[in-house]
């Protein structure tokens, strides 16, 4: 049986759900002397049975970015990594995959896959600090511009800024973040299509459309299934789960992943063997994780809507109508476990609040099994300027919050003590 018949095993004509697959999708263990598990593959380089193979390997590699080339060697593609590739595709229902080191990294080479000097990138706002800080440093160093939709829900707000950009230059790609981090502000799929499609018509090439994933899917939010072309993750956060290992990946239809993964291949930007054998052992209980961590967080999120020392709680539960509720409807299946809130006060409370946290760690990132909690404007987004920062909502008095797998109980106990205590001078 060879591993693409493994692939497509069927139980009873069922076609099986992605909680299952994760067991055992893309490994057939009689390939690996029986392994039930998938061995880490520590080699840096793989050989060939003939010259000729050798060729053909290098000649489909520089056409198909690796994707189908065979194994040649590690910063190219390895096995871990294949199906580690082969999990996510499925999970997000997209065509293709591409791994990689780090968030950032897939970010980057998915926007540098699309991107020539002179263009400009449409992008909603707020995004993650890493990425404002590329779009509009890094990148506009090598003569990129960048535009921000100030509102991914408002049709004005979008057509504002399609016009403010195509006045500025050729526009390859639109780059979303939904929820975005650190506020849960929503982006309309369907207005990107909108906008996609209005942008072909004034410049001839329709925009690859990237979307930020990572506080939602691939559990609770499936971009592809909206007409996104290329869904982008922090593994780091949830589908790794652990805070243990730093990854991202690149998901979506067969001709722009090809696109992405030569560029990966240029930059040597892959995930290595024992990173990408995690991402396989967390895809087996991501669900599970998250559904019991989102669970925790609108509990949480509810309780402090009725604090009295809360200002505003910035969680999709607390988005009780108007467009904002009619997208989160339309596009999400769950809130996820990730989201903040104002307290009343600034800088000062909200640091006497993190200070006196026992159960909740002092910690950037998201998505683990433990919770974590952060001050966005002097972590996060502290490289974004100030004027973006406050326009976006990320001031002072923001928290974020990241729910893990403790009891919410005591959770909410442990927020009630560091509300009080912020309170204190």
């Known amino acids: 049986m060879t591993t693409r018949d493994y692939r497509r095993r069927k139980v009873g004509g069922r076609r099986l759900r992605p909680e299952t697959q994760m067991m055992s999708y893309g490994y057939d263990p009689f390939l690996s002397e029986g392994a039930v598990k998938p061995p880490v593959f520590l080699t840096s380089t793989f050989a060939f049975r003939t010259a000729e193979e050798g060729a053909s390997f290098f000649d489909s590699m520089r056409t198909d970015g690796a994707s189908d080339a065979g194994l040649i060697y590690s910063r190219f593609n390895h096995p871990n990594l294949e199906i580690a590739e082969d999990r996510l595709a499925l999970f997000d229902e997209g065509e293709g995959a591409a791994v990689f080191s780090s968030g950032m990294a897939a970010i980057t080479s998915s ?22 800080t590329l779009l509009t440093s890094s990148l506009a160093s090598l003569g990129l511009g960048a535009v921000g939709v100030s509102d991914g829900v408002s049709r004005g707000a979008v057509d504002d800024a399609v016009g403010r950009a195509l006045g500025r230059g050729r526009v390859p790609v639109i780059f979303v973040e939904t929820p975005a981090n650190p506020t849960n502000a929503l982006v309309d799929f369907a207005l990107i299509a909108a906008a996609a499609d209005a942008i072909a018509t004034h410049q001839g090439l329709r925009p690859i459309t990237i979307c930020d994933n990572t506080l939602l899917g691939p559990v609770f939010q499936k971009p592809l299934r909206h007409g996104i072309d290329v869904s982008v993750y922090s593994l780091t956060k949830y589908i790794g789960g652990h805070s243990d290992l730093v990854a991202g990946a690149a998901i979506g239809a067969a001709e722009p992943i090809r696109q992405i993964r030569r560029t990966r291949s240029a930059f040597g930007s892959q995930l290595d063997p024992h990173s990408s054998w995690m991402i396989g052992r967390s895809l087996e209980t991501v669900t599970l994780r998250m559904e019991r961590a989102a669970a925790s967080a609108s509990r949480l999120a509810a309780w402090l809507a009725d604090h009295d020392a809360v200002a505003t709680v910035y969680h999709p539960d607390t988005l009780v109508g108007g467009d904002y509720r009619a997208v989160f409807e339309r596009q999400c299946e769950g809130g996820g476990s990730t989201f903040s809130f104002a307290i009343r006060g ?15 760690k002092l910690a950037v990132s998201l998505g683990g099994t433990e919770s974590l909690a952060c001050h966005p ?44 205590a912020s309170r204190r001078p």
């Open 346 to 360: 600034g800088r000062e409370e909200a640091f006497r609040l993190l200070n006196a946290l026992q159960l909740f």
């Open 111 to 132: 926007l540098l896959a699309f991107v020539r000097p002179g263009d400009v990138v449409l992008h909603s706002q707020p995004l993650y600090g890493g990425t404002e």
């Open 377 to 420: 404007a002097s972590t996060t987004h502290s490289g974004v300027p100030a004027e973006v920062r406050d326009r976006v909502g990320v001031n002072d008095a923001l928290i974020r919050v990241s729910v893990g797998l403790e009891d919410p109980d005591d959770l909410v106990a442990d927020l009630g003590d560091a509300l009080a």
